[in-house]
T-cell receptor, first 116, second 111 residues
Framework: ETGVTQTPRHLVMGMTNKKSLKCEQHLGHNAMYWYKQSAKKPLELMFVYNFKEQTENNSVPSRFSPECPNSSHLFLHLHTLQPEDSALYLC???????????????FGAGSRLTVL | AQTVTQSQPEMSVQEAETVTLSCTYDTSESDYYLFWYKQPPSRQMILVIRQEAYKQQNATENRFSVNFQKAAKSFSLKISDSQLGDAAMYFCAWGSEKLVFGKGTKLTVNP
């Protein structure tokens, strides 16, 4: 079992629903990330948190709302999504930004999101 | 723009044979890292190998090795003695703190 756990593994939602993705890491890392993986496209970095503080938002639409209550947990709140938001959402963690281990990412198994 | 290009969308190899996956990248920076990640059908991305750009020696991890050509901005992955469990998507990535990923190469291993 991975040190980064994502739930749910699969999620189907309508465009008017509100749902959340959860990520939890047990590695003692202090940086956490959300990535979007779509077919035939490179991974897209969405958000970065370092010691619970958001340090990066790559122009992600406001219908995606991240939350990081502590260094071990990361959420992605979803509301009024579009069908093109259907993708695999990957969570990752690493040692704190600014350290030598910051670029070694440990990924979860992802949450497959389908928006109808 | 900083980009990573994997020119082979799909590759196949016979079990026990050797296969090389290609990756090129574009950057003006001199100090960075390069990575190969593996994503099997279970979907979890797993780090295969990491190379520091300032190191001349090519990184090796058991059956996995890289051919790093800094001047050519090339970073290929060689898998020796391929096994059925090596079948996966392989992603090349470049970066220091922020990683830029390629689109991936799907590797099939034939028994």
């Amino acid at each position: 079992e991975t040190g980064v756990t994502q739930t749910p593994r699969h999620l189907v939602m309508g465009m008017t629903n509100k749902k959340s993705l959860k990520c939890e890491q047990h590695l003692g890392h202090n940086a956490m990330y959300w990535y979007k993986q779509s077919a035939k496209k490179p991974l897209e970095l969405m958000f970065v948190y370092n010691f619970k503080e958001q340090t990066e938002n790559n122009s992600v639409p406001s219908r995606f709302s991240p939350e990081c209550p502590n260094s071990s947990h990361l959420f992605l709140h979803l509301h009024t999504l579009q069908p093109e938001d259907s993708a695999l959402y990957l969570c990752a963690s690493s040692q704190a930004r600014g350290t030598s281990g910051a670029n070694v990412l440990t990924f979860g198994a992802g949450s497959r999101l389908t928006v109808l | 723009a900083q980009t990573v290009t994997q020119s082979q969308p799909e590759m196949s190899v016979q079990e026990a044979e050797t296969v090389t996956l290609s990756c090129t990248y574009d950057t003006s920076e001199s100090d960075y890292y390069l990575f190969w990640y593996k994503q099997p059908p279970s979907r979890q991305m797993i780090l295969v190998i990491r190379q520091e750009a300032y190191k001349q020696q090519n990184a090796t991890e058991n059956r996995f090795s890289v051919n790093f050509q800094k001047a050519a901005k090339s970073f290929s992955l060689k898998i020796s003695d391929s096994q059925l469990g090596d079948a996966a998507m392989y992603f090349c990535a470049w970066g220091s703190e922020k990683l830029v990923f390629g689109k991936g190469t799907k590797l099939t291993v034939n028994p």
